[in-house]
């Protein structure tokens, strides 16, 4: 590492904000997200047969219920109106809202029952006895809720078959027309957009598809992304380490954040901090479609990453951010190199992170700059600005004074209580970056602005959430 370089890490206002880098990363985000071999837009079928691309596979079927966290390649569409009939949203009575208003008694001409549609529209003068989820008569306009009415005996026939029984809407109240129906149609019309390519698949977005009959989904297939962790001192999780070792929890850790983020985790065997094992490191981790560094990129005598990719042919989009923790983080792109032949993006870079070695040092660091790239990569948001790919950021009240230094954005582990009225949060005590403990405690980081050296109790203060 040349020393102008190290010096550059160390003086920290020739290093870009958090805002500057941020926005970086953004911008190169969404280039990344244009390259990705388009989203099927043709999507008027939501079961029709895979599309073939001509850059290779980059979408496939999975069922339904294994949809969870993936991407979708095509436009989910309605297959019908819905809800596809007039449906009551209470157990109750349908009727005529003007007729149930005037508090007369209407006598009871029918029942339905969710499952079944009834035979015939309502009769003038009467209602219709329905349960919630069933579709309305034609001729009602309104479901009174079976709470509200009165229900007795009309004596209208000898028999005591259903036309003796009566409703009336119990005084003072009154109902408006459309009140306890859902209109046919009201929610979605058939053929209509109901989820845009590129959206992210929840449960909800499952349960949407579900609706619309599809039983499979065409998605993106994952970016393929490799992990590296260097160190002379790192030893496998199944290892036990030796005097001065530690074990290798960051990959382990990353891979958890890759696949929450959309990405397929790729964990390589540990490097160590020789120019060598560096060097074949990167040879094989090139063909990725991301690579995620860990450790090595500080300004020590043994921070060999740098040099390493400079020699893998790397161009730099950061090295350094004023941040804390994860100053040291480099950014940038490492030419493609295929090891195989297979599904491969329109691309010839690789993106690659450094990410510092300290374990809550990578984790900020994955959550602020590389989740937005493996969403992107994954395919996600390209085509839905409010898929938003960038790291999530809430407000919270702060619990108690909180003192730092000026001239860094922190990103502290913090508790955020989320049972009062307003979230609030606190500092969970860390004994520095290394502090995987303290990690595990939080659920968020308190963000403190560069330009403060001290939030005060009772404050609305920005949270970055995981
Ligand atoms: P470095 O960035 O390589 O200087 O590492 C900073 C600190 O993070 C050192 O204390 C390392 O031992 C620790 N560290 C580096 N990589 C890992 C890892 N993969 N898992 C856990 N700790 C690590
Ligand atoms: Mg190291």
């Known amino acids: 590492m040349s020393s102008a370089r190290r010096r550059s890490k160390s003086s920290s206002p020739a290093l870009p904000s958090y805002n500057e880098a941020a926005e970086l990363v953004a911008a190169y985000a969404a280039r990344l997200a244009r390259l990705r071999p388009g989203p099927r837009s043709s999507g008027a079928s939501n079961s029709g047969p895979r599309g073939s691309d001509p850059d290779g596979p980059c979408i496939e079927r999975v069922p339904l219920d294994q949809a969870l966290g993936r991407v979708l390649a095509e436009p989910l569409r309605a297959d019908a109106d819905q809800p596809p009939f007039a449906r009551s949203t209470r157990d109750g009575f349908a009727c005529r809202a003007a007729e149930a208003s005037s508090h007369r008694p209407l006598a009871v001409a029918g029942s339905t029952r969710a499952g079944q549609t009834p035979p015939g529209s309502l009769p003038r003068g009467s209602a219709w006895e329905i349960m919630t989820g069933a579709p309305v008569p034609a001729g009602a306009d309104a479901v009174v809720m079976l709470e509200h009415v009165k229900e007795f005996d009309a004596h209208v026939e000898e028999s005591g078959g259903p036309s003796a029984r009566a409703v009336r809407l119990v005084p003072p109240r009154t109902i408006r027309k459309g009140e306890n129906i ?173 990410l510092p070695g300290n374990p809550v040092s990578s984790a900020v660091t994955f959550m602020l700059f590389a989740a937005p790239i493996v969403a992107a990569l994954a395919g996600r948001g390209g085509t839905d600005p409010s898929d938003a790919r960038g790291p999530r950021f809430a407000l919270a009240r702060l619990a108690e ?66």
């Open 182 to 354: 859902v209109a046919r149609g009201a929610q979605a019309r058939k053929g209509d957009k109901l989820l845009l390519a590129g959206s992210w698949i929840g449960s909800a977005q499952i349960a949407l598809a579900g609706s619309c009959g599809c039983a499979t989904l065409n998605v993106f297939i994952k970016p393929r992304v490799a992990i590296l962790s260097t160190g002379d001192e790192l030893v496998p999780i199944g290892s036990a380490p030796g005097p001065g070792q530690i074990r290798n929890s960051s990959s382990a850790m990353l891979a958890a954040m890759v696949r929450a983020a959309g990405g397929d985790p790729w964990i390589l065997p540990i490097a160590r901090d020789t120019a060598k094992s560096l060097d074949t490191a990167l040879a094989r981790a090139a063909s990725a479609d991301l690579l995620l560094i860990t450790g090595g990129v500080s300004a020590g005598k043994f921070d060999l990453v740098e040099p390493a990719l400079i020699r893998a042919g790397a161009r730099f989009h950061l090295t350094g951010v004023r941040i804390q923790p994860g100053k040291p983080l480099v950014f940038g792109e490492i030419p493609f190199r295929s090891i195989k032949p297979g599904p491969k993006l329109r691309r010839t870079k690789c993106p690659i992170f450094g």
């Open 401 to 466: 004074d909180v003192k730092t230094k000026t001239s860094l954005t922190r990103f502290l582990p913090a508790a955020c209580t989320f049972s009062g009225a307003f979230p609030e949060v606190a500092l969970v005590p860390w004994q520095g970056s290394g502090d995987l403990a303290a990690m595990a405690l939080a659920n968020c980081f308190l963000v403190v602005p560069e330009d403060s050296d001290r939030l005060r109790a009772g404050s609305t203060v920005r949270i970055l959430l995981p």
